[in-house]
């Protein structure tokens, strides 16, 4: 299967960013078409923050458009989100997502998580 490490996450005062990092790797042949970021707040439901496909096309939550920046580089198997004017609304667990197929030959579909980065804001 393929596991996904994310970083970067931390304490942040309002208004200041961050960036997060999450790198694939596997022990077989995989291919991840769409990559993305959800986050879950303190005592909601998880929630797509952003995602990237494999051709770079991005797709944004309105509580995200105009501060966060998803990028790919698909040779390192990585996923990035820039925040800027990071608000306390914003604290939550964020966790990275990719799904694709793995193996060859045969491909079977997979969905994988990461295990979660910490992102607060407060002053």
């Known amino acids: 299967q393929v596991q996904l490490v994310e970083s970067g996450g931390g304490l942040v005062q309002p208004g200041g960013s961050l960036r997060l990092s999450c790198a694939a790797s596997?022990?077989?042949?995989?291919?991840?078409?769409?990559m993305g970021w959800y986050r879950q707040p303190p005592g909601k439901q998880r929630e797509l923050v952003a995602s990237i496909s494999n051709g770079g096309t991005t797709n944004y939550a309105d509580s995200a458009k105009g501060r966060f920046t998803i990028s790919r580089d698909n040779a390192k198997n990585t996923v990035y989100l820039q925040m800027n004017s990071l608000k306390p609304e914003d604290t939550a667990v964020y966790y990275c997502?990719?799904?694709?197929?793995?193996?060859?030959?045969?491909?079977?579909?997979?969905?994988?998580w990461g295990q979660g980065t910490q992102v607060t804001v407060s002053p």
């Open positions: 596997g022990t077989i042949f995989y291919t991840i078409y769409n």
């Open positions: 997502n990719a799904a694709g197929t793995v193996g060859w030959p045969s491909r079977a579909d997979f969905n994988s």
